[in-house]
């Protein structure tokens, strides 16, 4: 499977176009970096590509084919601030099972504890926080997962641990994943190639 963008500009503003022309393939199995500054794009492309945003130029496809924009979202995106991805008034369990029931395997893939189920979002830590988020996000229905700097609010070690349980679980299911980040080193270690955004981006 391919999800491309292609052709794709878009702004916030009339006027004033953070992206122009962009675009930007993704295979099944795939992990790709997207590197750029501070303020040039990266998010807003990645809500693009997971359909947040529909107000732009251009076409967003799986293998052709439009995105559905009803049912399960294969294209699932993971931000750098999970608090922002929870409703604050639910329950983990509730949050971590609002879409499918994760099956266990991947809970204890990411060390996710049962005495966590019956917290608030705000009674766990980011990291804590962001293994729920992407052990929601990683069902066997995604193809895609777009990662947003999810792992920029825990120390290098969490980091590492992290991302290895994420590549685990996308080499056995062959999803895509495009890895955003400022930290090249980060990105050279995970990723079989990467992008500059500002190499694609002609705005
Ligand atoms: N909802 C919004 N409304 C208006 N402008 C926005 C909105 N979201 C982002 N922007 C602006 O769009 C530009 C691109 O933002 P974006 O978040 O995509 O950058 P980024 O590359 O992800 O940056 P960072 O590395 O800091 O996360 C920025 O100038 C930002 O101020
Ligand atoms: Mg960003």
């Keep these: 499977m391919c999800l491309k963008c292609e052709n794709i500009s878009f702004g916030y503003k009339k006027n004033n176009l953070i992206l122009n022309n962009v ?11 997207l590197i ?8 807003t492309l990645c809500k693009i590509l997971a359909g947040y945003e529909n107000n732009y130029q251009g076409n967003v496809s799986i293998d052709g084919k439009a995105i559905p924009s009803k049912g399960y979202n294969p294209v699932q995106l993971v931000f750098q601030h999970p608090e922002k991805a929870v409703n604050p008034k ?16 991947i809970l204890d893939s990411f060390g996710i504890k049962k ?14 926080l962001q293994r729920f988020a992407l052990a929601r996000a990683l069902s066997p229905e995604t193809k895609f997962l777009i990662a947003d700097e999810i792992t920029t609010m825990v120390d290098a070690i969490t980091q590492a641990q992290i991302w290895n349980i994420v590549l ?7 999803i895509g994943v495009l890895v955003v980040s400022h930290e090249k080193k980060l990105i050279s270690k995970l990723c079989h190639d990467v992008v500059y955004l500002d190499d694609i981006n002609t705005v």
Excluded: T
């Design 90 to 105: 639910w329950k983990m369990k509730d949050i971590l099972n609002e879409g499918h029931i994760v099956p266990q395997d």
């Design 115 to 128: 005495s966590w189920f019956n917290r608030w979002p705000n009674e766990l830590s980011g990291g804590e």
């Design 23 to 33: 675009n930007l393939s993704l295979g099944s199995g795939e992990v790709l970096g």
């Design 168 to 174: 685990d679980i996308v080499k056995e299911l062959n």
């Design 36 to 43: 750029g500054d501070s303020g040039s794009g990266k998010s």
